[in-house]
């Protein structure tokens, strides 16, 4: 039974998440749909992230076995067809080795998130961003994200309900960046690990837009992440902004396409 990567791309305003649940739309169900009108199913397919609600993806990865041997190109193609009119398309598809799987091969997920500052409501961007009413000041929040950088217990910054064994992560990266626009002060926040707790990038992102907006100084950050307490965190800011941007293996399954 051939085992099949797949880099996917969504719009995650219409969905409960990625995980399939009962009587919500997910994403995973979506393809799981699209897969059994090629094959009979039941299918499960597992991804590198089950990101929340209204979070979208860029980078997504997940994995599906089949019976039949499939070109790569035809399975997406086909794929493509079925999931209309969702808005979740495969962008690449790759055989891997049937010891290859999304999640637990990953060695790195990064993570983007789109904030934009202004009066103005969005319009051609609602829903894929974060609109702040006040200027940030993007050096402050840097100096905030510096102190959340490696090896660290973020029970701070993760969701009541986590359900990972421990709270210890290594974040590799927190880059914040102000982006050229007509239309506002549009921020890039580019996040990298190895793997996340739940909420946790939110978590960061809502802390540091306490920073940008003055009601926190960098070193609050420091002093939050220290506690050790969900109720030292800054608010969760809203999923429209983020994006699963990708996802890193030892080896790039699609590099050979």
Request: glycine share 6%; charged share 20%.
């Amino acid at each position: 039974m051939p085992r099949y990567a797949l880099k996917i791309e969504y719009n995650g305003a219409p969905f409960s998440g990625w995980q399939r649940q009962a009587q919500q739309p997910s994403v995973q169900a979506a393809i799981e749909h699209a897969l059994a009108k090629l094959e009979p199913g039941p299918h499960t397919i597992a991804a590198a992230g089950r990101t929340d609600a209204g979070v979208h993806a860029t980078g997504q990865v997940a994995q599906c076995d089949l019976s039949r041997d499939w070109d790569p190109f035809r399975l997406s193609e086909a794929l493509n067809y079925h999931l209309k009119p969702h808005p979740v398309a495969v962008l690449d598809c790759a055989v891997v080795d049937d010891s290859w799987h999304a999640r637990f091969s990953a060695v790195e997920r990064r993570y983007l998130f789109k904030l934009m500052a202004r009066r103005a409501p969005l319009t051609t961007d609602a829903g894929q961003m974060w609109r702040v009413m006040q200027p940030l000041d993007i050096a402050a929040m840097q100096a905030g994200a510096d102190h959340l950088l490696g090896r660290h217990d973020f029970t701070t910054f993760r969701a009541a309900g986590c359900q990972a064994d421990s709270p210890v992560r290594t974040l590799d990266e927190l880059t914040i960046a102000q982006q050229p626009t007509h239309s506002g002060q549009l921020i890039h926040i580019h996040v990298r690990a190895r793997s996340f707790l739940h909420n946790q990038v939110r978590s960061f992102v809502g802390t540091l837009e306490r920073v940008g907006s003055g009601q926190w100084e960098p070193d609050d950050v420091r002093t939050a992440l220290l506690a050790r307490d969900r109720s030292a965190c800054g608010p969760v800011c809203p999923p429209s902004g983020l994006y699963l941007a990708g996802v890193k293996y030892p080896v790039d399954p699609f590099a050979a396409d």
